[in-house]
């Protein structure tokens, strides 16, 4: 195993992990927030790609563009959600509940890329189900609003469509794919905010370091380090790895944010995240594939 592209891939999840934070510390809606965002973030991926002498092929593969173009859509709504979630109820049950989105991918697999599925997979998927009913239990008996929950499902919804479609492009991979995909949801996010409030963002000069950390390091470098790891590392390793992104999260939020959870919210959280790494840790290694190493952790995708 490449160890230089291991460290990559592992720093790019910790980024991720981090990213409620920074956000935590900007004080605007989540809706410029992610704005912000994906403008910044959009400005550096592409530096970097034409720097290191990428060439766009949207011509040559039309069917491929369009459906990445539709995933940058799914992306920039799935993060709105998100992003609302981690200022209703909290960064680490938003990330939770965001997590669920690989479990629908996964257990829908079958019907939309005709993947087996395995028993491990079906167990898992119960396993999620008693962790989401114990911490959403525990959310409504706090008296957090339903507004946050529907946030939460909402990214993990708009998440499976991000990889649904993204999985549709077999030609358009790596940095390409998510240059276009990160400047597709720049683009949706900012037609969202302009009709609902209008593009001018007013925000205290002290908060745009915070801003430009999230857009430069989280997002932008995030992601160069992220998509140019994945080439070389097993594709089970990626799955697996990945979910240290969740965890690092809700790790983060009790140390930096003070947030605390309950015991069976502590329960359903291991549940969440023991039930989505099950089906990726006994599956068969002859249907792990090199496209599969580009859905089944999101990175560049929170």
């Not at 539709?70 to 799935?78: D, F, K, Q, T, Y």
């Amino acid at each position: 195993m490449d160890k230089k592209a291991l460290v990559k891939y592992l720093a790019s999840m910790l980024l991720f992990g981090l990213n409620g934070i920074v956000a935590d510390h900007i004080p605007l809606n989540s809706y410029e927030i992610v704005l912000l965002r994906t403008c910044i973030g959009s400005l550096l991926l592409v530096t970097l790609f034409l720097l290191g002498k990428g060439k766009f092929h949207l011509r040559a593969y039309k069917r491929d563009a369009l459906f990445i173009a539709l995933s940058g859509v799914a992306m920039g709504a799935s993060w709105m959600c998100l992003y609302e979630g981690y200022q209703q109820i909290g960064v680490s049950l938003s990330s939770l509940l965001y997590y669920c989105g690989p479990v629908i991918v996964m257990m829908l697999s079958p019907l939309l890329f005709r993947e087996k599925l395995t028993a491990a997979k079906l167990i898992g998927f119960a396993v999620v189900l008693v962790g989401l009913f114990l911490v959403n239990g525990a959310v409504v008996q706090n008296g957090l609003n339903a507004w946050g929950l529907l946030c939460g499902f909402l990214s993990a919804v708009t998440y499976f469509l991000m990889v649904t479609f993204n999985k549709q492009s077999t030609r358009i991979t790596g940095m390409e794919n998510a240059v276009i995909q990160l400047i597709t949801a720049f683009i949706t996010v900012g037609i969202f905010v302009g009709c609902k409030q209008g593009l001018l963002i007013r925000m205290p000069l002290e908060a745009w370091g915070w801003a430009l950390l999230l857009g430069l390091v989280n997002t932008g470098f995030g992601c160069y380090l992220y998509f140019s790891s994945l080439a070389t590392l097993p594709a089970q390793t990626v799955a697996v790895c990945g979910y240290l992104e969740l965890l690092s999260a809700v790790v983060f939020a009790a140390l930096l944010l003070n947030e605390r959870m309950t015991v069976p919210q502590l329960i359903g959280a291991a549940c969440i995240l023991l039930g989505a790494m099950l089906g990726e840790l006994w599956r068969p290694k002859k249907r792990i594939t090199k496209i599969q190493k580009s859905s089944i952790a999101p990175t560049a995708k929170s």
